[in-house]
């Protein structure tokens, strides 16, 4: 296993150095050219045939699962380091989410990896075909801050249940996690075909210049840009998840309370607004609004108490750099004075309460860039059907939400609507169902995975044709006489009898 520290560079090891050797270029640990021997090492495992073994698929994913058991306590801690993230909370979606994945490759991958036959057509006949799934070789994976557990090891499972090699770059900003996992991956998995590069942005962008098979992000549209242009110059193929502006649309026949509490779960519980599907603003109308506000601040404070500043019950605001984006979201002149509930904030513990505004202007940044936090906009509409039109002009979202008992209004939503996902009357809960692929569209992002879809994102589909040396038609082959042409007609126009004597060759010139 490597591990890469940020901040750690070659130094000049004695004081005597000449000024020409201490003005030197000072260069990282973990340079391109680690980064390419590393590439090299893992390709030469790769190639050997090792990773696409059953066995050692079957042997890697038992570890992952054994690695989650053993380390729970230890997995908790990490997360409590990074995001002060709950207990339960960390174990439901960061431990639960790992655990479920892990036990599902291990219960399917040998379905998964089984050929599958397909239909062949009579213009080959005799024959039989099916598609194999092969392994891509050796993949990075990228991962995030805000569930730096499971999303780390979601696609790790994935890439290793397709037979690949994995290099695990985890992100920084949750350096506890980061750590834990270098160390972890290396005591429990195949360190000759899995490794953990932690670093920042110098380790990234030098493993960014190497050749690889796979190059799966998830982050933000920023660097998601910046990965994909890096895999261009090498036609790496890409699978990036990426985010938006979630909305979740409330129509006015709804259970109120249920409706604010699965809001709420899918805000202020899933990391205190900072993830990637949580619901980022509301749609209502005018008439509504109101009583949805009122029922969710009622909500907010029995999770949460009535003093939201002391609740121990959400995640904090992961630096100082996040806190102050989202300060200056509230302070901007046209939203400050919008905030109907909330705004409390201390930037000494990394907190700002849960905040509902109403009615922000739509060319606010609030409502421009992805909130990423505990601040909930929700803007009025006079019809349900005006919230359409605002939602696609926005660039298209991970997800989007609706709540109704209107079954017309349900149609309408999932057959007009642009997202990458979706949920009718609930929020979030669709990412943990593994028979839905899980990723975005256009700005949100290219590619999914979650279940077998991981499976598929690091495997190649390669179609097989088999034929024997029987029924050997001499149509195919010139010269194309008149009779070959009335053979050929024969196939175009759909005779079957004609079709089956042509390719059995009985017909002569």
């Known amino acids: 296993m490597m591990i890469v520290s940020p901040g750690l560079f070659k130094h000049p090891s004695s004081c005597h150095a000449t000024l020409s050797t201490m003005m030197e270029e000072v260069k990282p640990e973990f340079d391109s050219d680690k980064a390419a021997v590393?590439?090299?090492?893992?390709?030469?495992?790769?190639?050997?045939?090792?990773?696409k073994s059953y066995e050692w698929r079957i042997s890697q994913l038992e570890s992952i699962s054994k690695m989650i058991d053993e380390k729970e306590k230890e997995i908790v801690e990490a997360l409590r380091k990074d995001l002060s993230k709950p207990e339960l909370e960390a174990f439901l979606s960061e431990i639960l989410m790992?655990?479920?994945?892990?036990?599902?490759?291990?219960?399917?991958?040998?379905?998964?990896m089984m050929p599958q036959k397909v239909e062949t057509s009579l213009a080959t006949y005799p024959s039989s075909?099916?598609?194999?799934?092969?392994?891509?070789?050796?993949?990075?994976?990228?991962?995030?801050?805000n569930f730096p557990f499971s999303l780390s090891l979601d696609p790790v499972i994935g890439a290793i249940a397709a037979g690949n090699a994995v290099v695990l770059?985890?992100?920084?900003?949750?350096?506890?996690?980061?750590?834990?996992?270098?160390?972890?991956?290396?005591?429990y998995m195949d360190k000759s075909a899995i490794i953990v590069v932690e670093g920042a942005v110098a380790e990234t962008s030098a493993l960014l210049e190497q050749k690889w098979d796979k190059i799966f992000f998830t982050g933000g549209a920023r660097v998601g840009r910046i990965v994909m242009a890096a895999a261009a110059k090498n036609l790496t193929p890409v699978t990036l998840e990426l985010g938006g502006k979630c909305p979740a649309v409330v129509d006015s026949n709804v259970n109120l309370q249920v409706t604010s509490r699965r809001i709420v779960a899918g805000k202020w519980v899933c990391n205190n607004g900072q993830a990637c599907i949580s619901v980022d603003y509301i749609i209502t109308t005018k008439e509504l609004a109101p009583k949805l506000i009122a029922t969710l601040v009622s909500v907010v404070e029995e999770i949460f108490g009535k003093d939201l500043m002391e609740s121990k019950e959400r995640s904090r605001?992961?630096?100082?750099?996040?806190f102050k984006r989202l300060v200056n979201l509230l302070e901007e002149d046209k939203v400050s004075n919008k905030i109907v509930f909330g705004g409390q904030?201390?930037?000494?513990?990394?907190?700002?309460?849960?905040?509902?505004?109403?009615?922000?202007?739509?060319?606010?940044?609030?409502?421009?860039e992805e909130i990423f936090g505990p601040l909930l906009p929700i803007i009025t509409v006079e019809r349900l059907e005006d919230s359409f039109a605002m939602i696609n002009r926005k660039p298209k979202p991970l997800a989007?939400?609706?709540?109704?008992?209107?079954?017309?209004?349900?149609?309408?939503?999932?057959?007009?609507?642009?997202?990458?996902?979706?949920?009718?009357?609930?929020?979030?809960?669709?990412?943990?169902?593994?028979?839905?692929?899980?990723?975005?569209?256009?700005?949100?992002?290219?590619?999914?995975?979650?279940?077998?879809?991981?499976?598929?994102?690091?495997?190649?589909?390669?179609?097989?044709?088999?034929?024997?040396?029987?029924?050997?038609?001499?149509?195919?082959?010139?010269?194309?006489?008149?009779?070959?042409?009335?053979?050929?007609?024969?196939?175009?126009?759909?005779k079957l009898l004609n079709i089956m004597l042509a390719l059995l060759g009985f017909y002569k010139d």
């Open 345 to 368: 904030r201390e930037e000494s513990q990394l907190q700002i309460a849960p905040t509902i505004l109403l009615d922000v202007p739509e060319d606010s940044m609030i409502m421009q």
């Open 317 to 322: 605001i992961i630096n100082s750099f996040h």
């Open 38 to 51: 590393l590439v090299n090492e893992l390709r030469k495992t790769f190639n050997s045939g090792k990773t």
């Open 98 to 112: 790992a655990r479920s994945s892990c036990k599902l490759a291990l219960k399917e991958l040998k379905q998964w």
């Open 169 to 187: 770059k985890p992100s920084e900003i949750a350096s506890a996690t980061s750590s834990l996992l270098s160390r972890l991956v290396g005591e």
């Open 400 to 494: 989007a939400y609706l709540f109704s008992d209107d079954e017309q209004i349900k149609r309408k939503f999932v057959q007009n609507i642009y997202a990458g996902g979706m949920a009718i009357n609930d929020t979030i809960l669709q990412v943990t169902v593994p028979t839905l692929p899980f990723g975005g569209v256009g700005e949100s992002g290219m590619g999914s995975y979650h279940g077998k879809f991981s499976f598929d994102a690091f495997s190649h589909k390669k179609a097989v044709l088999y034929r024997s040396f029987a029924g050997d038609s001499p149509t195919r082959y010139p010269p194309y006489t008149p009779g070959k042409k009335k053979q050929i007609k024969a196939l175009l126009s759909g």
């Open 129 to 145: 075909a099916e598609i194999v799934a092969e392994p891509l070789g050796v993949v990075l994976v990228i991962s995030t801050w």
